[in-house]
């Protein structure tokens, strides 16, 4: 069954439900199952990047939209030192987002050999 974060299915969230008020934002967003089930069909389909996307996608599920915006910005070209970008990996190593830490580590090393960090 497809649920949005809430738990609350997808049978629930309609139109009729939105007019009597009773969906709220945590019931249309992405449930971290529903992407697992994603990265299981692109893998099936041969392709474990977008198979790796979405896992990585699940991992930040857990984390406010404010935190999410802070990471997006610090992965662009000259925004981050690698220091930051490596105190950000461990940051989500300790919230369970081992994906994305290796993602912010890998960065940190690529970025330097690219001149893309910020001086």
């Not at 599920?61 to 105190?87: K, Q």
């Amino acid at each position: 069954m497809t649920k949005g974060y809430s738990g609350k299915s997808v049978d629930e969230i309609g139109v009729d439900a939105i007019r009597r008020g009773e969906v709220s934002p945590e019931d249309v967003r992405i449930h971290p199952e529903t992407l697992e089930r994603q990265a299981r069909v692109a893998e099936a389909h041969g392709n474990p990047q977008l198979a790796l996307n979405f896992r990585r996608a699940a991992e930040l599920t857990h984390l406010p939209e404010a935190d999410i915006m802070r990471l997006y910005e610090s992965l662009r070209p000259h925004r981050s030192t690698a220091g930051e970008l490596r105190d950000i990996a461990e940051e989500l190593r300790t919230k369970g987002a081992h994906l994305n830490a290796a993602l912010f580590t890998e960065a940190a090393d690529i970025y330097e050999r690219r001149g893309l960090l910020r001086k």
